[in-house]
T-cell receptor, first 111, second 117 residues
């Protein structure tokens, strides 16, 4: 099926460092979403972006909806051990709740 | 917040048997439910879109006779994996959508891990 290109695939960082990951697509999306998934659980929504150029923060997390509507990035500042997990971007077109997911970025944080 | 519940969370079955997974929206009505499959270390792949009272729409490459989806009410959708084989072992996740076009909210279930022996 269709996927977004998400990078990097994995990151190993020291506690306190900042993290950045991004997604690109060949298609335009109306909404970009960022999720975190812990092992054995469903994804949990972190940030939703609804407008091109929008920059939104949620605590230490900041995400932006690219101007072209074909990309988005997520930044995590001052990482902590509980940030460990897999982060997914997802794009939504105009087909209601149907999402296309990126391949995921696995984040490991060393205390 | 809205809750989507999946049951069972884990199931182990023998090859050749059928397994049913339920997805319920607990405090809202879902116009549409989506079923995803996720293999280890991989992304969520959409399997099918399910609208209450109508036939599910399956993504390319997903066998509709193998993965039966029933959406009998606005709060319940079921996925039945028929004649399961070891390669069907996966994490199955549903999501429930509250809107009718692009105006609704989407909530994910906790997932169901299927292991076929």
């Amino acid at each position: 099926g269709q996927q977004l290109n998400q990078s990097p695939q994995s990151m190993f960082i020291q506690e306190g460092e900042d993290v950045s990951m991004n997604c690109t697509s060949s298609s335009i999306f109306n909404t970009w979403l960022w999720y975190k998934q812990d092992p054995g659980e469903g994804p949990v929504l972190l940030i939703a972006l609804y407008k091109a150029g929008e920059l939104t923060s949620n605590g230490r997390l900041t995400a932006q909806f690219g101007i072209t509507r074909k990309d988005s990035f997520l930044n995590i500042s001052a990482s902590i051990p509980s940030d460990v997990g897999i982060y997914f971007c997802a794009g939504r077109g105009n087909q209601g709740g149907k999402l296309i997911f990126g391949q995921g970025t696995e984040l490991s944080v060393k205390p | 917040g809205a809750v989507v519940s999946q049951h069972p969370s884990r199931v182990i079955c023998k090859s050749g048997t059928s397994v049913k997974i339920e997805c319920r929206s607990l405090d809202f009505q879902a116009t549409t439910m989506f079923w995803y499959r996720q293999f280890p270390k991989q992304s969520l792949m959409l399997m099918a879109t399910s609208n209450e009272g109508s036939k599910a729409t399956y993504e390319q490459g997903v066998e509709k006779d193998k993965f039966l989806i029933n959406h009998a009410s606005l709060t319940l959708s079921t996925l039945t994996v028929t004649s399961a084989h070891p390669e069907d072992s996966s994490f199955y996740i549903c999501s429930a959508y509250t809107g009718t076009s692009g105006d609704g909210e989407l909530f994910f279930g906790e997932g169901s891990r299927l292991t076929v022996l």
